[in-house]
Structure formats: structure tokens, C-alpha cells
């Protein structure tokens, strides 16, 4: 059953507390009556009340007073003033101290009610938002990243000196080592963190519709183009673009691209005049772009251009330091996406196991690990058994054979699909990649 909220109502007369206080009890509030304006602050201090009503007039510790204190002393409480109709001005005063409103008496109680629900509701909502802040600020930020190894350390270390610039940044490393995270990070420590990031993964669309994903199109640009579409670009403008896997751009829209990072414009597709656009660009690749350029599959020119600032990112064989909060922080996420799971620990067999492994497939192949054994478990502690998938058949080897990480990743994606009665759409939710890219996984073609 739901709490009741809690309103304390300040009045040095007391009989007036009392009677506003036994309507709003049959209104659905635990109200309480006080005579006095510190024992109200005492009794907020003390977590006692959701929203308080109090008189402007009275001796001890006037409305203003009250007001000015509770402010100073950072405690969330909305604030209703009630006053004389000749007490306008002061009213006034109280909203600019930060009231959430006042009524002049005598006043309905119906009137009190509503605004007592809206100052909760109002109160509930900055909640919200500020857990919502805090959350995306851990996310986007370093904040979020585990770094206890010498390894990431560097790379934080490089991070923090190079966010606060716009220069282009170049991430580079193995799969799943984490360098979508990094570039959320670097955008959220940024002094673009309040405008958007929009990332692309470059190898996930065909290349005139990525174009149109990137630059736009305008109404009739091709068909299947019913209206505009301002493109990737425009939408973080002033903010960050992440392409991940530049490498597998198409050779003929790397032109396209170093023009816009050239000239700070883009042209839609099938528009005939170009809108600037200011942002910064993070590229990712597990590739050697050097090798792409020998081949013929890169341009040097466009490689000149991301290649202001290289940051590698190290596998996580080589920051064996963090492995164990990882496991941590995986843990707690799966149990959160997995509420029904009994799922609370490892076993000390299966963090062995976890600490022991090489991980070739870096931290996304942990990730994976981590959130199957919650899915399995069957009691609180995790063992070896749910660490490997059913038929024998383990989504990642931890001992036996070696194999392939495209065949680990696709006995993965067989599981999963499992898990999902065949529904390729969930599952590739689950796994946070597209359809095209789960297809591929099963089909043992790798990312």
C-alpha cells in the first residue's frame, strides 16, 4: 500500500493548523498540525514531511524566515504560504524565495489540495530527473569507466586532456574492447556534453542509404523518399558524431565525408544548396587504417584528417587489473535487466573461471558471460555449469577446444536467439545490435 504523503501545516494558531489538517486527512494526506515555525524546520530535518503548509505571519520563525533556511540548507521540500489578503507583497516575496505557491485567506481546502498534489507531483518529477541526470552523467562521462589497471589508466589519463578540445578523435583497438564507451565519455566530458551524440555503426547500412543517414535527403531525393530527412549530421549539430567502424565506410562516401569535415557543411542528398554544421568527430575502428590505405580501401587524405589523436584501446588480456570490478558491474547490471533471476553471486569455482579466461573477445565477450550465467542460474550463487551454454555447446570457450571468435560469436547468437523462441527481433535488442548484424553473427560472417 502506498504511503500516505506527509504535509506539515504551520500556523501560531494552532486551532487553524488543526483544522486544515483534519480536512487534508480526508483528502488522503497525513497531515500534521505545528504551532511554531522552527518546530517545522526540526521536523523536516528530521524527514518528517513530503510538503509543508505554513502561515507567513508568526513570531517564532515567520514563512520568509522558513524559507530562506530550508533553501540554505539544501532540503527538497515544496512550500505552500498561506497569508492575508493584505500580505500580498510579502506572498510575492515568498515565491521569489521559492514557494511553490500561496493563497490568500480564507481559501477553500479543495484549492489547497490541488495544489498540494501538483507541488508532489512536481517534486517527484525533479526526482526523477535528477536520478535520470546522475545515471546518464555515469554513463557519459569517466565516471563510468573502470580503469584500476595501469592499461586504461593511460587512456582515461589521455581522455581528460583531450575531451575538453574539438579536435577529431581516432579510436582504435580490438572488438569489444570498448570504444563506444570511451567515446560516450569523451563527449560527456566534453563542452559539447549538453548538445547530442549521435553514433553510426559505418559497416551496418548499404551505402546510399548511410549517406542519407549521414548527410540527409531531401522529398523525393529517391524513391521511398517521402519527406526531408535532415540526416545525422544536422541532428548533432553543435554536439559529437561517433562513426564507428570508419573502416568499413564505402570509398566513395569517404570523399563526401572529408569534404564535410573540410568545409563544415553538409549537402543532403538530392539538395541542391549545403547548411553548415559544427561538430566533432570521434572514428572508431578495430582496423589497421595504415594497411586499408596501402590496400586502396581508405583514403590517406580522410586518415590525415581523423588521425589528429589516436587512442588505443587495450584488450582486456592486457588489464587483467579489471577484470574483477567489471565482473562486478556486469553482474549488477544483468540482475537488474533480469529482476526474476535468483542470480546474487559467483561461485568461487566461476569467478575463477571469469578471472582465468583469456577473453578474446574482450569486454563485450565478459558482458555476454556475466549476463548468461544470471540468465541460467537457478540459485543465488552463479557455478561453472551456467557459465556455459545448454547442449554443450558454450557461447565462449573456457576450455577445451580453440576456436574462431566469429564461432564463438556465433554459437552466442544460436543461444540467444534460443532463449527468445526464435524471435530475431528481440534477440537483437537483447544483444543491442541490428537485425542485419545479428544475421551475420549466425551465419559465422563475424562484425
Known amino acids: 500500500m502506498t504511503a500516505k504523503p506527509r504535509v506539515l501545516v504551520v500556523d501560531d494558531k494552532l486551532a487553524m493548523a488543526e483544522t486544515i489538517a483534519d480536512g487534508l486527512g480526508d483528502h488522503g494526506f497525513a497531515a500534521t498540525a505545528l504551532g511554531a515555525g522552527r518546530a517545522a524546520l526540526e521536523a523536516v530535518r528530521a524527514g518528517r514531511a513530503d510538503v509543508v503548509v505554513t502561515d507567513l505571519r508568526m513570531p517564532d520563525l515567520d514563512g520568509l524566515a522558513l524559507l530562506d533556511t530550508l533553501r540554505d540548507s539544501g532540503l527538497d521540500v515544496p512550500v505552500i504560504v498561506m497569508t492575508a489578503y493584505g500580505a500580498i507583497d510579502s506572498a510575492v516575496e515568498s515565491i521569489r524565495k521559492g514557494a511553490y505557491q500561496y493563497l490568500t485567506k480564507p481559501f477553500k481546502l479543495d484549492e489547497l489540495v490541488i495544489f498540494l498534489r501538483r507541488a508532489l507531483d512536481d517534486r517527484a518529477l525533479r526526482r526523477e530527473a535528477a536520478a535520470m541526470r546522475k545515471t546518464l552523467g555515469e554513463r557519459f562521462s569517466l565516471a563510468g569507466v573502470v580503469a584500476r589497471s595501469a592499461a586504461m589508466q593511460r587512456v582515461v589519463s589521455i581522455v581528460e586532456r583531450a575531451a575538453p578540445s574539438d579536435v577529431p578523435i581516432l579510436l582504435t583497438g580490438e572488438t569489444g574492447t570498448g570504444k563506444g564507451m570511451i567515446g560516450n565519455a569523451i563527449h560527456g566530458t566534453s563542452k559539447r556534453a549538453t548538445r547530442p551524440f549521435v553514433a553510426i555503426n559505418c559497416a551496418t547500412l548499404p551505402e546510399p542509404l548511410l549517406e542519407s543517414e549521414l548527410f540527409g535527403h531531401v522529398k523525393g531525393a529517391f524513391t521511398g523518399a517521402i519527406a526531408d530527412h535532415s540526416g545525422l549530421f544536422a ?146 550463487e552463479i557455478s561453472e555449469i551456467d557459465l556455459v551454454a545448454p547442449a554443450g555447446e558454450p557461447a565462449s570457450s573456457f576450455g577445451g577446444e580453440v576456436v574462431p571468435m566469429v564461432e564463438i560469436q556465433r554459437r552466442y547468437a544460436r543461444w540467444a536467439l534460443d532463449q527468445y523462441g526464435g524471435h530475431k527481433t528481440r534477440t537483437a535488442e537483447r544483444l543491442d545490435i541490428d537485425a542485419k548484424t545479428l544475421n551475420r553473427w549466425l551465419a559465422g560472417d563475424g562484425d
Open 235 to 380: 541532428t548533432a549539430d553543435g554536439g559529437t558524431v561517433m562513426l564507428d567502424e570508419i573502416g568499413e565506410l564505402p570509398i566513395g562516401l569517404q570523399a563526401k565525408l572529408l569534404r564535410v569535415l573540410e568545409s563544415g557543411t553538409v549537402r543532403p542528398v538530392g539538395a541542391t544548396r549545403e547548411r553548415a554544421v559544427d561538430v566533432r568527430i570521434i572514428a572508431a575502428t578495430h582496423r589497421d587504417l595504415r594497411r586499408a590505405v596501402g590496400d586502396g580501401t581508405f583514403r590517406e587524405d580522410l586518415l590525415y584528417r581523423l588521425d589528429v589523436l589516436a587512442i588505443e584501446m587495450p584488450p582486456l588480456r592486457q588489464r587483467r587489473d579489471d577484470l574483477e570490478p567489471l565482473v562486478e558491474r556486469f553482474l549488477a547490471d544483468a540482475i537488474h535487466r533480469h529482476p526474476t533471476s535468483p542470480a546474487r553471486t559467483f561461485s568461487r569455482q566461476a569467478m575463477r573461471k571469469l578471472l582465468d579466461h583469456a577473453w578474446p573477445g574482450n569486454v563485450r565477450e565478459l558482458a555476454h558471460a556475466v549476463e548468461r550465467g544470471v540468465v541460467l542460474a537457478s540459485e543465488p
